[in-house]
Structures are given as structure tokens and as C-alpha cells.
């Protein structure tokens, strides 16, 4: 029993690559949303893995008419394990759904158009607030890092609570 498949959809390859890392580690597949769709029978248990952006995990409207979603693994710039209660608000997730959020990284030449143009005005908007406040947690400096030099954070070590949950929903130790 658990996930027979990883499906992820990537906007500037972070998500691309927990996903590699995490078909590693558990030996499953891991598919493009696109892909998937073509190779990947519908109905089939998977772990979703989508970029986030302003709390909206990209593409798991569209992976859960498809597939039987049994975790969801929201990518973005803040620190691993943060963000869980408004990734399950924006998403409409109950507390019976699995949600991991992953730090990923931000590199802007990789955006285009809009995406591009958000990131910067918000970037620019959180650095000074950040900048300024005089106590800052080692997150908000991770953060504010991210803005000022971008970054990949994508790591294995980040990982570690999808994989413990999915040691336990299948009983295979990793």
C-alpha cells in the first residue's frame, strides 16, 4: 500500500528537484504533472509535490482530479516546516492531509513577466522591512538571504519529515 508515484509540477526547478531526490530515496517514480498525465493511470496514489506561490501549491487542483493524493509537498522561499497552517487555508486541506512545505530557492533569472515582477516589488517591500527590524529570527534572515542573493536550498536534509511520513504509511524503513 501508500504512493505508487511522485507528481510535481515545477516553475524554476526546485520542485524538480525534491522530486528527483525524494524518487531516490523511496524508489518511486517521479513525474512531470504533464507527464504523469500521460503515464500515470488515473485514480493511482501518488505524493504531490507544486511550487507555492502566495500559499497556492501550483497544479494540485488539477494533480487531485487525476490522482488519489495522499501527501502534498508545497515548494517555496520560506523555511522548511513553516507555513503549514496557510498552505492548508489557501489550499481548502483538512488536517487529515498530509502537508510538508520545503524550502527551495529563488533565482529571478528564471522568472519571467509577472512572477518576475511580484517577486521583485516583494522582495524589495520585505527587505526593507526586514532590513529594519531590529530582532530578526534566523528564518526572516534566511529569507531576507534569499532575496538579497537567491539561492538554492533544495537538500535532502529538507526532506526528512516526507520521508518519515512515508516510512510510516507504508511500513518500509528507508
Same mark, same amino acid.
Given at each position: 500500500?501508500?504512493?505508487?508515484?511522485?507528481?510535481? &509540477?515545477?516553475?524554476?526547478?526546485? /520542485?524538480? *528537484?525534491?522530486?528527483?531526490?525524494?524518487? +531516490?530515496?523511496? #524508489?518511486?517514480?517521479?513525474?512531470?504533472?504533464?507527464?504523469a498525465c500521460e503515464k500515470v493511470p488515473k485514480g493511482t496514489e501518488v505524493i504531490y509535490m507544486g511550487w507555492i506561490m502566495?500559499?497556492?501549491?501550483?497544479?494540485?487542483?488539477?494533480?487531485?482530479?487525476?490522482?488519489?493524493?495522499?501527501?502534498?509537498?508545497?515548494?517555496?522561499?520560506?523555511?522548511?516546516?513553516?507555513?503549514?497552517?496557510?498552505?492548508?487555508?489557501?489550499?481548502?486541506?483538512? &488536517?487529515?492531509?498530509?502537508?510538508? /512545505?520545503? *524550502?527551495?530557492?529563488?533565482?529571478?533569472? +528564471?522568472?519571467? #513577466?509577472?512572477?518576475?515582477?511580484?517577486?521583485?516589488?516583494?522582495?524589495?517591500?520585505?527587505?526593507?522591512?526586514?532590513?529594519?527590524?531590529?530582532?530578526?529570527?534566523?528564518?526572516?534572515?534566511?529569507?531576507?538571504?534569499?532575496?538579497?542573493?537567491?539561492?538554492?536550498?533544495?537538500?535532502?536534509?529538507?526532506?526528512?519529515?516526507?520521508?518519515?511520513?512515508?516510512?510510516?504509511?507504508?511500513?518500509?524503513?528507508?
Amino acid at each position: 500500500m501508500g504512493p505508487k508515484a511522485i507528481v510535481y &509540477t515545477s516553475n524554476t526547478g526546485y /520542485t524538480a *528537484q525534491y522530486a528527483q531526490l525524494l524518487s +531516490k530515496k523511496t #524508489g518511486l517514480h517521479a513525474y512531470s504533472l504533464e507527464e504523469a498525465c500521460e503515464k500515470v493511470p488515473k485514480g493511482t496514489e501518488v505524493i504531490y509535490m507544486g511550487w507555492i506561490m502566495a500559499g497556492k501549491i501550483q497544479g494540485f487542483i488539477t494533480a487531485l482530479k487525476q490522482y488519489q493524493v495522499a501527501a502534498v509537498c508545497g515548494v517555496g522561499m520560506n523555511p522548511t516546516g513553516s507555513q503549514i497552517s496557510v498552505v492548508r487555508q489557501v489550499n481548502g486541506l483538512g &488536517t487529515d492531509m498530509p502537508v510538508f /512545505t520545503l *524550502q527551495g530557492g529563488l533565482n529571478m533569472d +528564471k522568472l519571467h #513577466g509577472f512572477k518576475k515582477l511580484i517577486l521583485k516589488s516583494m522582495g524589495g517591500t520585505m527587505g526593507r522591512q526586514l532590513m529594519a527590524k531590529q530582532n530578526r529570527t534566523p528564518e526572516e534572515d534566511a529569507i531576507l538571504d534569499m532575496f538579497r542573493n537567491g539561492g538554492n536550498r533544495v537538500s535532502m536534509q529538507n526532506l526528512k519529515e516526507v520521508v518519515s511520513w512515508y516510512e510510516q504509511e507504508t511500513g518500509k524503513k528507508l
